[in-house]
């Protein structure tokens, strides 16, 4: 079994910046197109960035030229840098593969980011 455990959020002023690590118990990542995810409340959970296990990416019209996502297949890491950061990407974010397996979801870590 799995587990993908994100650590790295936290309060920030607007504007500020902040480094999501997402860590997984066993390699997957060779394989799998992994991706980053947010839920604000209220809403649907969206993804936000992705990148293909050879490191081509793609993200969100709203994150786009602020967030960078990275992997490091050898330490089962994937990383989320955000910077410029709106109070509107307050949420809880989540990795995952893409398409996400249910299984594998997190607990997520918080960002709050503050007016």
């Known amino acids: 079994q799995v587990q993908l455990v994100e650590s790295g959020g936290g309060l920030v002023q607007a504007g500020g910046s902040l480094r999501l690590s997402c860590v997984a118990s066993?390699?997957?990542?060779?394989?799998?197109?992994m991706g980053w995810y947010r839920q604000a409340p209220g809403k649907q959970r969206e993804m936000v960035a992705r990148?293909?296990?050879?490191?081509?990416?793609n993200y969100a019209d709203s994150v786009k030229g602020r967030f960078t996502i990275s992997r490091d297949n050898a330490k089962n890491t994937v990383i989320l840098q955000m910077t410029s950061l709106k109070p509107e990407d307050t949420a809880v974010y989540y990795c995952?593969?893409?398409?996400?397996?249910?299984?594998?979801w997190g607990q997520g870590t918080q960002v709050t980011v503050s007016s």
């Open positions: 066993r390699s997957i990542f060779s394989s799998y197109l």
């Open positions: 990148i293909t296990s050879g490191g081509i990416t």
């Open positions: 995952n593969t893409v398409p996400p397996y249910v299984a594998y």
